[in-house]
């Protein structure tokens, strides 16, 4: 799938993924939603307004408040690429939001998850 592809996919077919991988693992839509907000800035009224818009990634990311400062400490290997080596910004913000939410299917705290 090329990037363009990615791009502009709504995030609101994407979200369900999310929360279905993270309870086959036993953790919860909260802790899903507590990521995204740590990552993006958005509360659960903003996010849910990008829901109901189907809003694309291009446009989730670029809109979002404030990507969090300590993004830049997600390290590892998804989708077969090292995120922190992914140059192409916005690539990379989905890539980080991918790699969050594998981490909480992996039974990671959410203390480490959220770099704190």
Same mark, same amino acid.
């Given at each position: 799938?090329?990037?363009? @592809?990615?791009?502009?996919?709504?995030?609101?077919?994407?979200?369900?993924?999310?929360? =279905?991988?993270?309870?086959?693992?036993? @953790? =919860?839509?909260?802790?899903?939603?507590?990521?995204?907000?740590?990552?993006?800035?958005?509360?659960? *009224? =903003?996010?849910?307004?990008?829901?109901?818009?189907?809003?694309?990634?291009?446009?989730?990311?670029? *809109?979002?408040?404030?990507?969090?400062?300590?993004?830049?400490?997600? =390290?590892?290997?998804?989708?077969?690429? @090292?995120?922190?080596?992914?140059?192409?910004?916005?690539?990379? *913000?989905?890539?980080?939001?991918?790699?969050?939410?594998?981490?909480?299917?992996?039974?990671?705290?959410?203390?480490?998850?959220?770099?704190?």
């Amino acid at each position: 799938m090329n990037n363009i @592809r990615i791009y502009k996919m709504s995030f609101a077919d994407v979200y369900p993924h999310y929360i =279905t991988k993270a309870e086959k693992k036993g @953790r =919860t839509k909260a802790e899903v939603d507590e990521i995204i907000f740590w990552l993006t800035g958005y509360n659960a *009224q =903003t996010l849910q307004h990008h829901l109901d818009q189907k809003t694309d990634f291009e446009t989730f990311f670029a *809109q979002a408040p404030l990507i969090n400062p300590n993004a830049s400490k997600i =390290t590892g290997v998804i989708c077969g690429y @090292r995120v922190e080596d992914i140059e192409e910004k916005l690539m990379q *913000q989905i890539r980080y939001l991918d790699k969050l939410i594998d981490e909480l299917a992996k039974g990671k705290s959410m203390e480490k998850i959220l770099r704190s």
